[in-house]
Nanobody
């Protein structure tokens, strides 16, 4: 199975930017669709976006469309989440996840492999 480790979270003021990274190890990285999810206190885990195995398809949640960008470097076994124009409502623990299916699911239940999460806090 694949192991995932996120990094890059932190504290930023509204309007700022952060880039999260998720490094994968253990299996062939290109076998996996990679997803980003987030969970705020008291809320359910929600889909942020995902990227297909080749990197050619990147659906996003409406709440982040136009502000967040997902990319992957298959040579480095790493997926990135570039977050711009951050808002206080983006505050959450951000998780990357992996699925071997070719379908890009928006439900976190469809992703069996998860990182430990990284905290993003956006102040107003």
């Amino acid at each position: 199975q694949v192991q995932l480790v996120e990094s890059g979270g932190g504290f930023v003021q509204a309007g700022g930017s952060l880039r999260l990274s998720c490094a994968a190890s253990g299996r062939t990285f290109t076998n996996y669709v990679m997803g980003w999810f987030r969970q705020a206190p008291g809320k359910e885990r929600e889909f942020v976006g995902a990227i297909s195995k080749s990197g050619g398809v990147t659906p996003y949640a409406d709440s982040v469309k136009g502000r967040f960008t997902i990319s992957r470097d298959n040579a480095k076994n790493t997926v990135y989440l570039q977050m711009n124009s951050l808002k206080p409502e983006d505050t959450a623990v951000y998780y990357c996840a992996a699925s071997v299916e070719s379908v890009i699911w928006h439900s976190h239940h469809k992703y069996p492999y998860w990182g430990q999460g990284t905290q993003v806090t956006v102040s107003s």
